[in-house]
């Protein structure tokens, strides 16, 4: 199993950056791929970036400006998210799953807690 821990949501200006991380714990953590999704009010939850070992997927809406990557020894994932706009308001989740990167929450068994970000205008 793997335990997931989000951090690093805050409240940011339009413009501004943020890195969230997300913590695994699990010695296998190295072979899950990890992705982020994320949440706003009233709508569904959107893959924004999945990673494994072949590489890394961004959401059309994000590329370009957020980039995630991980550190393998520090079981630890982030996202850092620069140019922030307020559409990107939401709360932020970390994914494991065993699947590859999809972007598709059904493929994904354990999850965060979950991190809020608000962009105000």
């Known amino acids: 199993q793997v335990q997931l821990v989000e951090s690093g949501g805050g409240l940011v200006q339009a413009g501004g950056s943020l890195r969230l991380s997300c913590a695994g714990s699990?010695?296998?953590?190295?072979?899950?791929?990890i992705a982020w999704f994320r949440q706003a009010r009233g709508k569904e939850r959107e893959c924004v970036s999945p990673?494994?070992?072949?590489?890394?997927i961004y959401a059309d809406s994000v590329t370009g400006r957020f980039t995630i990557s991980r550190d393998n020894p520090k079981n630890t994932v982030y996202l850092q998210m620069n140019s922030l706009k307020p559409e990107d308001t939401a709360v932020y989740y970390c994914?494991?799953?065993?699947?590859?990167?999809?972007?598709?929450?059904?493929?994904?068994?354990?999850w965060g807690q979950g991190t809020p970000v608000t962009v105000s205008s």
């Open positions: 994914a494991a799953g065993s699947y590859g990167t999809k972007q598709s929450p059904n493929f994904y068994d354990y």
């Open positions: 699990g010695r296998t953590f190295s072979n899950y791929a």
């Open positions: 990673i494994d070992w072949t590489g890394r």
